[in-house]
Nanobody
């Protein structure tokens, strides 16, 4: 079974940094696109950053220049380095693995359990 274990959330002051990690098992990690999403209170889940199996990266406009997504295929781990944190970054952050199951079954998303990030003023 596919499992995603997240770590690294916490409470920090504005301007501080956190590094989230997500260890993935049960899938061919290097073939999957990986993403970080977040859900702030009362809002829909939003895409924060994506890194594809080929290494292409995209960020939400709100985090460009502050967040960095990376992957270590040898460790089956995806990271999100978050710098210059703002109160509006406060949310539950979710790791996502998008697995291509082929023409018949299509694409399927797996999710981590979520980790709380709280940024104080």
């Amino acid at each position: 079974q596919v499992e995603l274990v997240e770590a690294g959330g916490g409470l920090v002051q504005a301007g501080g940094s956190l590094r989230l990690s997500c260890v993935v098992s049960g899938t061919i990690f290097e073939e999957n696109d990986l993403s970080w999403y977040r859900r702030a209170p009362g809002m829909e889940r939003e895409l924060v950053a994506t890194i594809t199996s080929g290494g292409s990266i995209n960020y939400a406009d709100s985090v460009k220049g502050r967040f960095t997504i990376s992957r270590d295929n040898a460790k089956n781990t995806v990271y999100l380095q978050m710098n210059s944190l703002k109160p509006e970054d406060t949310a539950v952050y979710y790791c996502n693995v998008r697995e291509d199951q082929g023409r018949v079954f299509g694409v399927f998303d797996y999710w981590g359990q979520g980790t709380q990030v709280t940024v104080s003023s």
